[in-house]
């Protein structure tokens, strides 16, 4: 054992902890320590909450944004089958089923377990979620209890093909850091109603196949979505077949390159108002409103004379404010 491996074994205090001078041997032992000890160890040493990239305001502050997010489940009862898509390293991931304390080392369901109920803390390491919940098809609810976190910045496919997931509480998320969205929905063929006015979608650049497939979804709140640099939203409502309405007024697609299949297959959709719409630097419209067979009132008002005119050429639609 070397000099530094010594100094590891005969740890005992935070004091000594910081005379170690390799931030990679301190990173080992803080990642041994217990949940109090990091909350003391960072508390009353800036070097290394510069190293581990952390701001501490307040204790308190720190501890929720550090045991980070719960997530609750309630999985339906099949054969043995997965709840949750472990990303990284397993050990930042703690499951507990049912009101159990003991922790699970497992990602899966068997045949023989009773759980109606899971419980899922992830660590403030992860920093993408993208395709937690891919292909988690005996999910039913999913409730995020505590959100502090401000570092994720991928949540790609994160529900993707959840197609038992009836509804997802939003009322504590963070969103401010994400960039990628796309397929964040799709194939969520059971759900009703999605309330995403509390995202924060500013530095989002692709939402393309957000919604795709959501072929139950009835009401959508976007209205508070900040699109200013989103690039590409193809096929984003993609068959969305129950949507009757949807407000996108608060769009701004100064910079989306990509429109193709946007309203695919929106069978009831009857009006829809994109005056708002700037279709400038737009390079693919290809079946944009294709076999939305209800769709009687379309305002692109604001959109470039080219798109207008390849929209005229291709659907039979009353164009309101079309100068």
Known sequence: ?????????QV???????????????????????LKAKLDFLKC?????????????????????YTTIEIEI??????????????GDKRYYHIYFNNNKEEIQRAYLKKEDKVTTIKVIIDHQIISFSGLFMGCQCIKTINFIKFYRNNITNMSWMFYNCSSLKEINFNN?????????SGMFDGCTLLKELDLSKFNTY???????????????????VSNFNTNNVTNMSFMFNECTSLKELNLSNFNTNNVK???????????????NISN????????????????SKLEELNISNCSQETKQKIEREYNLLLLNNN
């Open 74 to 87: 309630i999985p339906s009862q099949k054969e043995e089958i997965k709840f949750i898509n472990i990303l």
């Open 1 to 9: 054992m070397n000099s530094e491996g010594k100094e590891w074994s």
């Open 277 to 292: 719409f700037n279709t400038n630097k737009v390079t693919n419209i290809k079946n944009m409103f294709m076999k939305c």
């Open 173 to 181: 998320f963070n969103t401010d850091n994400v960039k990628n969205m």
């Open 203 to 221: 530095n989002v650049t692709n939402m393309k196949v957000m919604f795709s497939w959501c072929s139950s979804l009835e009401k959508i709140n």
């Open 12 to 34: 005992k205090t935070k004091n000594e902890l910081t005379k170690i001078r390799s931030k990679y041997i301190v990173q080992m032992i803080f990642e041994k320590m217990q």
């Open 258 to 272: 990509d429109m193709e299949s946007m309203f695919f297959e929106c069978l009831k959709l009857k009006k829809l």
């Open 45 to 65: 040493n800036k070097e290394m909450q510069k190293c581990f990239n952390i701001n501490i305001y307040n204790y308190k502050d720190y501890h929720e944004k």
